[in-house]
C-alpha cells in the first residue's frame, strides 16, 4: 500500500518542470516554490526511489538514465490523470504551454501566420516556438512537438503526418539573365548550386531523364545551414536552390523567382509530420488542440496533401 502522506503525483510534476525547465531554479520559479523546497523534494524523491534521477552541478543539471525513464513514465501518469479530470470536469478547455520546434522555413512561411488565428480559437493556451533546421531531441530540448521532413526513423516518438510538399529547383530572374536558363541535367554542372550545409543533406538532387530517376551531384560554392537562408541567397541571385514548394509560392507567384528544370523534376514530395512523446489517446489537451489545429489547416492549405492519423514510425 503506497503511504498517504506521499504526494507522489505532485512530486512527479515537480520533477517533469525541472527536466523540462533545466533545473531547480527556473523549475522553482514556475511552481511558485523556493530552490531549496524544488532540491528538497528531488531528493526525498530519489531516496524513496533509490536512484539518482539528476546529476547536479554549479553549471548544469544531467538527466540520468533512470531520470528519463521516470520522465516518460511521469509524462503518461500525468496525462492520464488530465484526461480523467477533464472528464469529470465542466470546463474542458485546453489550457497550458506548449513547446514547438520546426524548421525556419515551415516556421516563416506556415506555422507563424497561423498563431494569430490559434491564439483566437485557444486564448489560454500558450506557445514557445523555436526555428532550427537541426534535428533536435525532445527531451533534451524540453519540446511537446518537432514538426519533420522526410521518412522518419523507428523511435518512440509518435508521428501525425500533417501533409506533404513538393521540391522545386528555383532561381531568380536575374541570375538565369546572367548566366542562362538550364535546360538538362548536365547544364547544373557548371552553374552555381545553393547547397545545406548540415550533416544530414541530401547530396545530390534527383531529375527524371528519360523515364529513369538520376541523381545530379550538388557541388555548389555556398552553403546555408537552413532553407530559409538558401531562399533569401536565391532571391538575391547567388544561385540556384532546391526547396519546398510551399517555401517559395509566395516569390513564384510576384516572379520574384522562377522555376527550372520542371521536365525533369520527378515531382517528389517530402512528407511533414508532427512528433510527440506520449500515446495519441493520452495527449494533454494543449498538445492535442496544437496537433489538431495544424491538420485542421494545413488539410485547406492547396500547398500540402492530406494528413493522417497518428502512429509510431517503424
Not at 52 to 61: A, D, G, I, M
Request: aromatic letters at 6%; a positive charge; one cysteine or more.
Amino acid at each position: 500500500m503506497p503511504r498517504l502522506d506521499v504526494n507522489r503525483s505532485g512530486e512527479m510534476e515537480v520533477f517533469l518542470q525541472v527536466v523540462d525547465r533545466g533545473g531547480f531554479s527556473a523549475a522553482a520559479r514556475e511552481l511558485g516554490l523556493t530552490p531549496s523546497a524544488v532540491s528538497k523534494l528531488i531528493a526525498r524523491l530519489e531516496a524513496r526511489l533509490g536512484a539518482q534521477l539528476v546529476h547536479r552541478s554549479t553549471r548544469k543539471l544531467t538527466v540520468t538514465s533512470e531520470g528519463r525513464k521516470f520522465y516518460d513514465g511521469g509524462v503518461r501518469v500525468l496525462a492520464d490523470m488530465d484526461e480523467v479530470e477533464r472528464g469529470a470536469a465542466v470546463d474542458t478547455t485546453p489550457r497550458g504551454r506548449v513547446t514547438i520546434s520546426t524548421s525556419m522555413a515551415f516556421g516563416a512561411h506556415v506555422l507563424i501566420p497561423l498563431v494569430p488565428a490559434f491564439v483566437e480559437a485557444y486564448p489560454h493556451v500558450a506557445l514557445d516556438i523555436g526555428l532550427t533546421d537541426r534535428v533536435v531531441d525532445l527531451m533534451d530540448e524540453r519540446a511537446d512537438i518537432a514538426i519533420r521532413w522526410g521518412p522518419l526513423a523507428a523511435s518512440d516518438l509518435i508521428a501525425r503526418r500533417l501533409g506533404e510538399t513538393a521540391q522545386v529547383i528555383v532561381g531568380s530572374p536575374a541570375y538565369f539573365e546572367r548566366h542562362g536558363t538550364p535546360r538538362k541535367p548536365e547544364d547544373l554542372e557548371a552553374r552555381h548550386t545553393l547547397d545545406f550545409c548540415y550533416r544530414r543533406r541530401a547530396p545530390d538532387w534527383p531529375l527524371k531523364v528519360a523515364g529513369r530517376l538520376v541523381e545530379v551531384p550538388v557541388r555548389g560554392m555556398l552553403r546555408a545551414s537552413d532553407g530559409e537562408a538558401l531562399r533569401l541567397l536565391a532571391l538575391e541571385g547567388a544561385g540556384m536552390a532546391r526547396l519546398s514548394r510551399f517555401q517559395v509560392q509566395a516569390d513564384l507567384d510576384a516572379g520574384r523567382l522562377v522555376t527550372v528544370m520542371e521536365r525533369h523534376n520527378p515531382r517528389d514530395a517530402e512528407p511533414i509530420h508532427a512528433v510527440y512523446l506520449g500515446k495519441p489517446g493520452r495527449l494533454p489537451g494543449r498538445v492535442r488542440a496544437v496537433l489538431d489545429f495544424l491538420v485542421e489547416h494545413l488539410a485547406l492549405d492547396p500547398r500540402f496533401g492530406h494528413g493522417h492519423m497518428d502512429r509510431r514510425p517503424r
